[in-house]
């Protein structure tokens, strides 16, 4: 007789593991399947997005670091487990393959990514509907999105997120925000998510605004809220209505309460500069180009540029002689077809597209050239930029790229003694400025050390790292499909080897990738972006890094214009040293990282001295400082955080039920496996592993990873499988007998609460009751269970009995009494009804107190409107009265009054009656509310069983 786990154990546990709710069992699916170290901060982010059936969306507000990315990744996970799967992911452009990226490696999530071009595709392929058709999750750009406005307006979105969502916190403005409106319209249906670590920054009316978003009728109008908590109103009294009002659709947790809290222990950065001399030859480059690119009466870019051009060539002249070769190589045969310079005329910098993109909603001034261009004027341009070629063609090597090679071996010292790996990850942002790092780093003691990452990685190395993870990966879920993806993927595996030392990656690169087991950071060239320098950074300084991260900047001593960038990146943004990076407040304050470098181009692009540079910089770091108002960040305080101590106690609690929640799905889809594959191997000392056909199960991620298994789980590939075919069995048309074995019980501890139940036996029935809550249905395992006594046996208890081993089950000979079993079901259903009601009737409370609320508001924004109209009356009325005036105007004026009063008037006549139908449509939505909760429980038997305990 083999004692195990046998085919009911199973059959109940697939049933248990597949539990649908709204509390941490139910979302511990999620959890368990994924790529991640676990928070609970982030649990408490996901589960208060997923509270209520009743809400529009939530606000997940969290400081920059503590991953808004992965508290979003667990609340779609959870959606699309519950096959809930129309989800939009609307975020800024340069986010977008990261997005992609981190959804598949940390969720086995698929999605499609749509911009013109795979949309194009997906139409002319007949796929007319290309939102719909996708048949993943989509992501796209905020500016394609609100260009596709009328077609997301179509689709009943299940989930819509908003990353970077301070974007739209200027909705509520008249005249601006226009992509903003119109994705707040094409969306007010949906359920939504907003990410931002910044959601108040210069006025507390962008939390009006940003809150508009989720849910229309949050507050009542923008009037109403300036008249209660805006100006003389923003009191404390009214500051705590605010924060309770903002409760039920606001979440933000802060690094310090995260880290006080113990849960993370954040590592430091800290700054380094690798400073250099330019030879005199590099030097007249630079110059000269420069000068070129000032002045307004060139063919190439002429009085009206297209500043995304100039933008362009500034990337390149900072970063090498090689790059700017190429670059002027490709302007020199436009000139020779009499083309001025464009947009497109380079391929060196690979994300230059996603650039393009995101400026769509900024204003540059994009005026193109004339056509018509002087043959004379021509000639002599062709002359002086084949002497600029001739110049940088001459110049065999950098001293940006010799002072780097020279400095590295310190540096690494540095990092072997601080207890970290011998490794360097190196940003530039131009194609051929890599090729030539690597080739000087192969030539200077470094050969085979090195990997490189850009935008298309066509080089034989790179294909050949790529070729050999394929092969050493087929066949696992480590494989994604998509050649993007799947060759970062393999290209950070390869780095981590021992036997590599550096990464040299392109912009492109600081997309979606985790390098927390490289703490040497080197910026070759310094992006003007703050947020890509931050994006940069945050690929090592992340959580999971084991020491302090050194952040290495490339300076120019004869360049001032990029010494006075670095300063300001420096010490006004802070991305170079402390705990967290840049600040909330300062990096909050860039609506956009690209109108951030329009700024910077307008300054270097007009200034002709470093003294006039100077002045223009110091003008801007004032604009930035006027931005980070000190009674903003008070009020943002007031209003978005809670006390530590209280955030600090739940994080805690939290803490140790998601440790059991885990453990406990873990164990039980082991003994599922068991129970399923009973030729598989188990061994003893890894309660967590199994073999089967050759190939390594285990529920722990990070051992699959490191040892190349297969992380078995429930969301897809052999968990899912084996949960879904365990599910599909039939007991209920004959009863079983088994006998349970508590001493054979094969993990760690004893379950010590079957000891009372040993040489007992009795009867046992388990069914599944349900309550069908649209948008939140709850389910539980119902038990049943006395011994031959006639005595109760308690639910905890009987539980108990499905994670311990038994004998093989046999049909059961002896005659059942269902009735004690009857009573006692109807007893456990009585009692899960009463629970499950008394929570929809909760959530209809706290649905009721913010809809009065609204109701409220409506008649103080009426209010408001008529006391607004009042002081117009009287200052038209004033002006009337200037001795200055003609008859003319003064009759305009007068017929301006009368038109007011008029609407105040009217405005005075109707307010009862309109606030009357919205205190009746709040009843109607109430009445409407009630009627989706009020469905009733259903009960479905499972198995019965006739039980023993050896």
Not at 136 to 142: D, E, G, L, P, R
Not at 400 to 405: E, N, R, S, T
Not at 588 to 616: C, N, P, W
Not at 635 to 647: C, F
């Amino acid at each position: 007789m083999t004692i195990g786990y046998q085919p009911l154990h199973g059959y109940f546990n697939a049933h248990h593991l597949t539990l649908e709710g709204t509390d941490e069992g139910a979302f511990t699916r999620s959890l368990s399947s994924a790529r991640v170290e676990m928070n609970p901060h982030q649990v408490n982010a996901a589960l208060f997005a997923l509270s209520s059936p009743l809400s529009k969306g939530v606000l997940l507000a969290d400081e920059v670091g503590l991953g808004k990315t992965i508290e979003a990744g667990l609340v779609i996970s959870q959606r699309w487990a519950e096959m809930k799967r129309r989800i939009i992911l609307i975020v800024p452009a340069s986010l977008r393959k990261q997005w992609e990226q981190e959804l598949f490696e940390k969720f086995s999530l698929r999605s499609t990514i749509l911009e013109s071009a795979t949309y194009k595709k997906m139409v002319s392929s007949g796929k007319r509907r290309p939102f719909e058709d996708a048949g993943n999750i989509v992501i796209c750009s905020y500016a394609f999105a609100a260009g596709k406005a009328d077609e997301l307006r179509s689709v009943n979105w299940d989930l819509v997120v908003f990353d970077e969502a301070h974007k739209l916190r200027n909705v509520y403005k008249k005249g601006v925000s226009k992509r903003a409106k119109e994705l707040k319209a094409a969306l007010q249906d949906s359920f939504k998510i907003l990410l931002t670590a910044t959601p108040l920054h210069n006025s507390l009316l962008e939390l009006y605004g940003i809150v508009s978003i989720i849910d229309e009728e949050h507050f009542g109008g923008i009037n109403a809220f300036k008249a209660q908590y805006v100006g003389a109103s923003a009191n404390p009294a009214n500051m705590e209505i605010l924060r309770e009002r903002l409760n039920p659709v606001c979440h933000r947790t802060l690094r310090r309460q995260v880290q006080e809290a113990g849960q993370i222990n954040f590592k430091r950065r800290h700054a380094v500069t690798f400073s250099f001399d330019p030879t005199d030859a590099e030097w007249e480059l630079y110059t000269r180009l420069s000068d070129f690119l000032q002045r307004t009466d060139t063919v190439s870019y002429g009085e009206h540029a297209n500043q995304l051009v100039v933008l362009q060539i500034r990337k390149i002249l900072g970063s090498s002689t090689f790059a700017i070769s190429k670059y002027l190589e490709t302007l020199l045969a436009r000139l020779h077809r009499h083309q001025a310079a464009s947009v497109d005329m380079t391929d060196d910098l690979d994300d230059f597209s996603v650039v393009v993109e995101e400026d769509i909603d900024d204003s540059w001034d994009d005026e193109e050239p004339s056509d018509e261009v002087d043959p004379e004027k021509v000639a002599a341009e062709i002359v002086e930029v084949k002497a600029m070629l001739d110049l940088a063609r001459s110049i065999g090597s950098n001293a940006k790229g010799d002072k780097l090679v020279s400095q590295l071996p310190s540096a690494f010292e540095q990092i072997v003694e601080k207890g970290g790996q011998r490794k360097a990850v190196i940003f530039t942002e131009s194609v051929r400025t890599q090729k030539y790092l690597k080739e000087l780093l192969s030539e200077r003691g470094y050969r085979g050390q090195v990997v490189i990452l850009n935008g298309s990685n066509s080089d034989p190395d790179s294909r050949a790292i790529y070729k050999a993870w394929k092969e050493k990966h087929e066949g696992t879920d480590k494989i994604s499909g998509s050649r993007t993806a799947d060759m970062k993927a393999a290209l950070v595996e390869a780095f981590k080897q021992d036997d590599k030392t550096i990464f040299i990656s392109t912009e492109s690169g600081a997309e979606g990738i985790n390098l927390q087991f490289c703490s040497l950071l080197i910026n070759f060239d310094l992006p003007w972006n703050p947020q890509r320098v931050e994006q940069r950074i945050g690929r090592c300084h992340r959580y999971g890094q084991k020491i302090d991260v050194t952040v290495v900047n490339m300076l120019n001593l004869k360049n001032k214009t990029e010494e006075r960038i670095y300063e300001l990146l420096s010490e006004k943004f802070h991305l170079f040293d402390g705990v967290f990076g840049a600040s909330d407040e300062v990096l909050g304050s860039i609506q956009s990282g690209v109108a951030f470098e329009k700024e910077v181009l307008k300054i270097v692009q007009k200034s002709r001295t470093d003294e006039e540079a100077e002045a223009e910089f110091k003008k801007l770091e004032a604009e930035l400082q006027d931005k980070i108002d000190a009674d903003i960040e008070a009020a943002r305080k007031s209003v978005l955080e809670q006390m530590d101590g209280e955030v600090i106690s739940k994080l805690h609690s939290r803490e140790k039920k998601l440790t059991d929640a885990l453990d406990d799905f873990a164990r039980r889809l082991m003994i599922t496996a068991r129970a399923e594959f009973p030729e598989a191997h188990f061994p003893s000392d890894a309660l967590a592993r199994f073999v089967r056909e050759g190939q390594t199960h285990t529920t722990e991620w990070p051992v699959a990873d490191d040892n190349d298994w297969q992380f078995f789980r429930i969301s897809d590939g052999l968990g899912e499988q084996t949960v879904k075919s365990a599910m599909e069995r039939d007991y209920l048309t004959q009863v079983h007998q088994m006998t349970f074995h508590p001493d054979r019980y094969p993990f760690t501890g004893k379950v010590g609460a079957l000891d009372d139940l040993k040489g007992q036996s009795g009867w046992l029935k388990v069914s599944k009751a349900k309550m069908p809550t649209p948008k939140a249905g709850r389910e539980e395992l119902l038990f049943s269970c006395y011994n031959d006594a006639g005595e109760r046996i308690d639910s905890d208890i009987a539980k108990k009995l499905m994670v311990v081993p038994a004998s093989p089950m046999e049909l059961c000979q002896r005659e059942l009494d269902p009735l004690t079993l009857d009573r006692l079901e109807n007893e456990a259903f009585n009692g899960f009804s009463k629970r499950v009601k008394e929570e929809n009737y909760g959530w209809v409370l706290e649905e009721e107190t913010r809809l009065d609320r609204y109701a409220d508001d409506i008649q103080i924004e009426i209010d408001a409107k008529i006391k607004e109209l009042e002081a117009l009356i009287k200052e038209r009325s004033r002006e009337k009265r200037d001795p200055m005036l003609s008859m003319e105007e003064k009759i305009g004026i007068s017929r301006e009054v009368k038109k007011l009063q008029g609407d105040r008037d009217k405005l005075v006549l109707t307010m009862h009656e309109q606030v009357a139908k919205v205190r009746q449509d709040v009843s109607d939505k109430l009445d409407d509310f009630m009627e989706s909760l009020s469905q009733e429980p259903v009960l479905d038997p499972l198995f019965i069983l006739r039980w023993s305990v050896a």
